[in-house]
């Protein structure tokens, strides 16, 4: 927004410790939903093949979908992977809509059961959706409970969600110019069983110290 990366990744310490690349490679460190604390693809660990290939994919997603979802008012994308399906039997589906002026980005986060099955509680239905915060930004809970990112000469932004109540948890930001720095994540932690969709909600409330106009 701006000048400003509000959320990322957690990037890549180029020049840093060869064991913090499996790191930031694992899906818990990138800004999307990850099924019981297990990365969506899995990476080579053999010192040889790693020696000639740099740490290979070796299993993940094998059809993703994708399809804008442009119309009046708003741009946006749906996409759905299958990375969970073999070991859990879900898929991913995220869209999301950004308003024609910039100031809502609207997010759908979906857990689906191949075919259309219904989704039973089985203890292996623990869904984390992950939201890095840049460490360069602010992030604050205002007097609604809502939680706002901002920076100085810089937009703000309020984040909301409708069915989980959003947490702020520690991170950590591996592309730091002066390496890994301390950084924030927002979590929504819930179970597919009882909740199979979240909705949520990104809106800019300030432009570089105006009010944002709806």
Do not use: M
């Not at 979908?65 to 008012?73: E, F, I």
């Not at 299958?82 to 100031?103: I, M, Q």
């Not at 950084?183 to 929504?188: D, N």
């Amino acid at each position: 927004s701006g000048r400003r990366h509000y959320v990322v990744n957690a990037g890549v310490d180029t020049y840093g410790a060869a064991e913090f690349r499996p790191l930031a490679r694992a899906t818990a460190a990138h800004s999307t939903a990850t099924i019981n604390d297990t990365s969506s693809a899995r990476f080579s660990h053999s010192l040889r093949v790693n020696d000639l290939l740099g740490t290979p994919l070796i299993g993940g997603p094998q059809h993703v979908l994708c399809k804008r979802t442009d119309q009046q008012g708003s741009q946006g994308f749906l996409a759905r992977h299958d990375g969970y399906v073999a070991r859990f039997g879900f898929l991913h589906e995220r869209e999301l809509k950004l308003s024609t002026n910039g100031n809502v980005l609207a997010g759908r986060d979906r857990l689906l059961r191949p075919g259309g099955a219904a989704i039973r509680n089985n203890g292996r239905d623990f869904v984390t959706v992950r939201f890095h915060i840049h460490p360069d930004i602010g992030l604050l809970q205002d007097e609604h409970g809502r939680l706002v990112l901002t920076a100085e000469q810089a937009d703000t932004w309020v984040f909301t969600c409708t069915e989980v109540a959003p947490e702020v948890e520690e991170s950590i930001y591996f592309a730091g110019l002066g390496g890994p720095r301390r950084s924030r994540q927002i979590v929504l932690a819930f179970k597919a069983s009882e909740v199979s969709e979240v909705h949520w909600q990104l809106t800019r409330t300030a432009i570089a110290g105006h009010s944002a106009k709806s």
